[in-house]
Nanobody
Framework: QVQLVESGGGLVQAGGSLRLSCAASGGTFSDLVMAWFLQTPGKEREFVAA????????YYGDTVKGRFRISRENAKNTMFLEMNNLEPEDTAIYYCAAVSNDDDVVRRRTWFYDYWGQGTTVTVAS
């Protein structure tokens, strides 16, 4: 059973930056396709970014493309989301997600991911 713990959320001014981390345990990290999703009150979870097992391929949601960067350090069992030029609309709870996938397929849908963290809150003040 894989456990995921997010950290790094907080309050930041518009235009600022944050770096989220997702620490994984209980599995082989390099077997996991990893992703970030966000959720705001009353809405479904929304895809932010995903990364293949070795980190060679990364995918982004349209609203964050060019501002956010996903990465991972398999030796440290950790994934990151570098968030730049933050906007008030980025305010949300950010969730880390993972799935063990032999084919290294990356998808943007919540149903694809088996493991989820508890989330970290990002608040961007205008």
């Amino acid at each position: 059973q894989v456990q995921l713990v997010e950290s790094g959320g907080g309050l930041v001014q518009a235009g600022g930056s944050l770096r989220l981390s997702c620490a994984a345990s209980g599995g082989t990290f390099s077997d996991l396709v990893m992703a970030w999703f966000l959720q705001t009150p009353g809405k479904e979870r929304e895809f932010v970014a995903a990364i293949s097992r070795a980190g060679r391929a990364a995918y982004y949601g349209d609203t964050v493309k060019g501002r956010f960067r996903i990465s991972r350090e398999n030796a440290k069992n950790t994934m990151f989301l570098e968030m730049n030029n933050l906007e008030p609309e980025d305010t949300a709870i950010y969730y880390c997600a993972a799935v063990s996938n032999d084919d290294d397929v990356v998808r943007r849908r919540t149903w694809f991911y088996d493991y989820w963290g508890q989330g970290t809150t990002v608040t961007v003040a205008s």
